[in-house]
């Protein structure tokens, strides 16, 4: 079975961040948010196997891009498959309550 790279931006290692002090420091669970992270990150390394596993983005211009989700409890991983370079690379991991197509624009992802 192909091996992909799985590789994280800077904006979905600060997105990470900014989840567990929310979780940990708003809510006061840091246990919790230790988990959360954990799945998250759990979840992510699989895509090293099949990447495939997750549904494009049905908005455009996501969806003609190529961008997918993949969905850990109340969050959202958005990706892309690079075929190229046989990469996966994690755009941005967000709330899933969040209207995902403006954060993308207004964050320039």
């Known amino acids: 079975m192909k091996k992909w790279k799985v590789v994280l931006s800077d904006t979905a290692e600060t997105d990470l961040d900014k989840i567990y002090l929310y979780i940990a420091e708003v809510l006061l669970e840091p246990r919790i ?3 959360q992270i954990e799945r ?3 979840t992510i390394l699989k895509l090293d196997e099949m990447p495939e596993r997750g ?5 455009e211009p ?3 891009r190529g961008l997918r989700r993949l969905i850990v409890d109340n969050y959202l991983i958005i990706y892309k498959i690079m075929e190229d370079t046989d990469t996966v690379a994690i755009i941005a991991i967000l ?11 207004n964050e320039g992802r």
Do not use: C, F, Q
């Open 55 to 59: 549904t494009l983005l049905p908005d």
């Open 33 to 35: 948010a230790w988990r």
């Open 40 to 42: 998250i990150r759990e």
């Open 95 to 105: 709330y899933s309550k969040r209207n995902i197509g403006e954060v993308l624009v």
């Open 62 to 64: 996501w969806h003609s």
